[in-house]
Structures are given as C-alpha cells and as structure tokens.
C-alpha cells in the first residue's frame, strides 16, 4: 500500500486503456460516459489502495460498476464503440462499421458487453463469467445469442 | 453473412481510441495519487485505526491522570466521645452495667481535613 500501488495502476491502465475504453463505451454508449466510468473506477482503487493479484477482472469489474452507477445519470447513450471518423479502411468499411455498430446497439446489454469482451477484449467465457457473477453456460449463451442476432439483424438489413 | 464472418468483421473494425483527455485525466490521477502515498502527513487513514488510536490515547489519559491531578483527601470525620465507665467496659471487652448506657449528649464531631499539599492540578 504504497507508490508502488499507484505504479502497479499506471502500468496496467497503460498496458489496458484500449480495451478498458472500448468496455467502457459498450456499456455506456456515451464517450463522456465511458471516460468518467474509468477515472471513477481507478480513483476508487486508488483510494482503497490494494487490489488482487489478478489486476485484469477486479479493474474490468470495477470500470463496470462505476459504469452502471454512471448510466442512471446520463441521457444520451447513441456513441459508437468503433472508430468511424478515423482514416482506418475506405468508405465502403466505414459505412459496414457503422452498420455494425447500430446492430451492436440493438442487442440486450448482456450480449452486447459479453461479444466486446470476448472479440475486442480477448477474454475467455470463463472470465466473462467470473466479471459477470454468471455461470459459463450463461456467458457463451449471450455471446451465441448475440452473434445470431446480428446475423439476422443483419439479413433484415440487407433485405 | 454468417455468425464466424460478423465475427470476424468485428475483429476488424477499428476501435475508438481512448481520447488524449482521459490519458491527461489519468495520468494527472496516478500522480496526485503518488504525491499523496509517498507523503505520510497526506495519507488517509483508516477508520479502525482512528477508532483504536481514540482508545489507545482514552486509555493513556486515564492511566497518567493521577500522575498529575492530585486526589483531594477525604475528609475525616471524628467523634469524640467524653470518657465514661460504660464505654470504656465496651472497649476492654468487659460487660457494661446494665442500666448505663453510653452517653452521647456530650460528643463532639470533629471534622479533619488535610491541607492539600501541591497545587490540584500540575
């Protein structure tokens, strides 16, 4: 419970930002959101001044809880977790990431944030399950019942 | 397109970057964060410790205070009793007269108090 502590954060939000801002922003679909979500929750930590010694759960746990706490109070939750003003591919991609990310918006909470965490974030369903306090069966089941529904989300769309 | 090509179209997409303002943010945290851990006058300290040390110093208080409060003595009180034939048979063990009692019309209480020596409180 010392600097060290505050070093051990900085490292890991150094080596995670990335992921824990896409997290972020898939929960609370809100870039103001998203930052104040993760700001909050490293304060928290910093605050109480110990954490596990697997760092990786306990802070994606804890950007969520801060999340949720943020949602009650913001109104507008529309932002897209990809990047589509950036330089990254042509036209033609932007407009499927932006598709993409309206049919992401279009899946319950629950398989929204387990497909980000499991494409994006790398996860296994068994730390998707642990983060979310459910069994596995659960986690692969939101993540199965998402991709289907961007699937025929997506057949509708292009119908 | 099926469940492995959204998949992999999402694995693709670029993702929105952390803006610099959230780096600034964070950064500008872990620092006031060091500063306040590595000075011990800013730490917070825990609510048990607080409690304890509210004990602790309770308990330290109580044991020093004769130390430096002097006690008031007690004042003694005494009842002179003039001598008689009957109290001075109940002294000795002997058995008083049978008509005679002590008599006690003639006491006097006599209060004494000692002069406190130092001051009450140093």
Redesign the interface.
């Known amino acids: ?3 060290s ?3 051990q ?2 490292r890991f ?1 150094d080596g995670h ?2 992921e ?3 997290y972020s ?1 898939a929960l609370t679909r809100n ?1 103001e959101a998203a ?1 104040d979500a ?2 909050n929750a ?2 928290r930590l ?2 109480r ?1 110990s954490a596990p010694d697997d760092l990786r759960p306990y802070v994606f746990r804890c950007v969520r809880n801060a999340a949720i706490d943020d949602l009650r109070e913001r109104l507008r939750r529309d ?5 589509l003003n ?1 330089n ?2 042509n036209a033609s991609d932007l407009t ?2 932006a598709e ?1 990310g309206q049919l992401l918006a279009q899946l319950s909470d629950d398989e929204r944030e387990t ?1 980000v965490l499991k ?2 974030d790398a996860m296994t369903f068994q730390e998707i399950a642990d983060l979310r306090g459910v069994s596995i069966n659960t986690a692969a089941s939101w993540y199965r019942r998402g ?2 529904k ?2 025929s989300l ?2 509708e769309e292009v119908k | ?3 492995n090509e ?2 992999r ?3 693709q ?7 610099d ?3 600034q ?3 500008a ?2 620092n006031e ?2 500063i306040v ?2 000075n011990p006058f800013l730490r ?1 300290v825990p609510v048990w410790l607080a409690v304890a040390a509210c004990f602790g110093f309770a308990a330290i208080g109580f044991g020093v205070r004769p130390l430096v409060v002097r006690r008031q003595p007690l004042p003694t009180v005494v009842v002179v009793v003039p001598s008689n034939e009957t109290l001075a048979r109940l002294l000795t063990g002997q058995p008083p007269p049978r008509s005679d009692g002590i008599d006690f019309s003639r006491a006097r209480i006599q209060v004494i108090t000692q002069p406190s020596q130092t001051p009450e409180k140093l």
């Open positions: 419970m010392n600097e502590f505050t070093e954060m900085r939000y930002r990335q824990l801002y896409t922003l870039h930052e993760i700001h490293f304060q910093l605050k001044g932002d897209s977790i990809f990047d950036g990254n591919g499927l990431y993409l497909i494409v994006f991709l289907e961007l699937k997506w057949m | 397109m099926n469940e959204i998949e179209r999402l694995q997409a670029p993702l929105a970057k952390p803006p303002v959230l780096n943010r964070m950064h945290l872990f964060a060091w851990r590595s917070p």
